[in-house]
């Protein structure tokens, strides 16, 4: 195990970030924001809609088509409480898929806000769905640390799980946004390609393209794939700790299309990632390939990979071509069309980049595990990345600007 990696320091990924330069709100048209260009250690600007002119010709992006859901549901207790219950992951049925399909009830993994006002009973609400009004409820079950498994059901089995949230859910926003969802979120804080429900958060570098810039993409030739992370709250978890080795990642689930993973490893080394969850997508289906090599009858848990797998002495020297090799033989073995697993991934200085050669990215919070992302793939250069960006009135954070990193 490489201790280099664990041994940094917070502190070194701190900047001063103005309140003032963090973006309430996004611009009116998304691809009117600018864009960063960072290419061999030089930096410039463009605005984005004009992206395609800075892509290498034969290169492959990869968008994440996950979608945000309205995970906060507000209860309102007989005493005038106010609880709110914040969907994190599926706990029964553990398919994001299948819970949204639920008629009767279902199990999440939850924060539970106002907590203390909530010591038992259920909590109930009416909710109105096509003129008729469905009662749901939520029940606490056990706890772990700070998330709550919490139970919903509600009595029409007309309607699914996914029908409620629609209708009652709120679209959880940033929290350093400090306002509260407004209605045109559920519109600007999805990305155009947006399709498989399940995110807590955006993939907020997707925020920017247009079907303008998508078809632009396309008349140039730049080949287009899609993978699925669902971006977990734990996206937003603050490092409290001095050096990252005290640091939790979350897991989040990553679905990708046996087609996809063909089509990467026959573009290996053009791979353009559309934000950092793209990456850890990507990265983490080298770390799958390099379990497969040591166990290639691993189930879909053991295939979920390690926060610091990548830093363990000799779980670097397969090539990436033949770690997606590896995986495509699994699926194929398992007449599976998608691999589905997890990836709790830290990417740090020290992480050697196995697919992505390229990142399209916003500009992250100090001292967050995205920014040590981004020093990882521009080799400890993010810091005059930072000052230019504050120093040229660029926007921050989710519906902030945009950087093009090759």
Not at 65 to 91: D, H, S
Request: hydrophobic share 35%; aromatic share 10%; proline share 5%.
């Amino acid at each position: 195990m490489s201790t280099k990696t664990q041994e940094i320091r917070m502190e070194a990924f701190d900047y001063p970030l103005p309140d003032e330069r963090i973006a309430k709100f996004p611009l009116q048209k998304r691809d009117e924001s600018k864009l960063l260009l960072y290419r061999n250690g030089e930096i410039g600007e463009t605005v984005f809609k004009h992206i395609t002119e800075y892509l290498p010709k034969d290169s492959l992006m990869v968008f994440n088509n996950t979608r945000v859901i309205q995970a906060r549901l507000l209860f309102q207790k007989p005493t005038g409480a106010r609880i709110e219950v914040f969907c994190l992951e599926p706990a029964q049925p553990h398919d994001y898929a299948l819970i949204f399909q639920q008629t009767e009830r279902c199990s999440w993994t939850c924060l539970v806000g106002n907590l203390k006002k909530w010591k038992e009973g259920l909590l109930s609400k009416p909710v109105v769905i096509q003129g008729e009004t469905v009662i749901l409820h939520a029940e606490k079950k056990e706890s772990h640390g700070d998330s709550h498994l919490i139970e919903f059901s509600w009595d029409n089995p007309k309607y699914t799980f996914a029908d409620l949230l629609d209708a009652a859910g709120v679209l959880p926003i940033p929290p350093y946004l400090h306002r509260e969802t407004q209605k045109s979120d559920l519109q600007t804080y999805q990305t155009v390609y947006s399709k498989i429900k399940g995110s807590v958060a955006a993939p907020t570098a997707g925020l920017h393209f247009t079907p303008e810039v998508l078809a632009d993409i396309d008349a140039h030739g730049i080949g287009r794939e899609e993978v699925t992370l669902h971006v977990g709250a734990g996206t937003f978890k603050p490092v409290k700790s001095e050096t990252i080795e005290g640091h939790e990642m979350h897991t989040e689930f990553i679905s990708v299309q046996r087609s996809s993973i063909q089509r990467i490893q026959q573009n290996l080394g053009k791979i353009i990632a559309v934000g950092t969850t793209s990456v850890r997508t990507l990265e983490s289906l080298y770390y799958i390939g390099i379990e497969l090599e040591k166990n290639p009858n691993a189930t879909s848990e053991e295939l979920v990979v390690k926060q610091w797998m990548p830093y363990e002495d000799g779980n670097n020297t397969l090539s990436a071509e033949k770690a997606l090799q590896n995986i495509l033989d699994y699926l194929e073995r398992r007449g599976a069309d998608k691999l589905v697993t997890a990836t709790q991934i830290i990417i740090a200085p020290g992480y050697t980049f196995q697919i992505v050669r390229g990142i399209i990215t916003n500009f992250h919070q100090p001292k967050s595990t995205l920014l040590l992302l981004i020093s990882a793939f521009v080799k400890g250069n993010w810091r005059s990345i930072y000052d230019y960006a504050l120093s040229h009135d660029f926007r921050f954070l989710s519906y902030g600007d945009s950087s093009l990193l090759l």
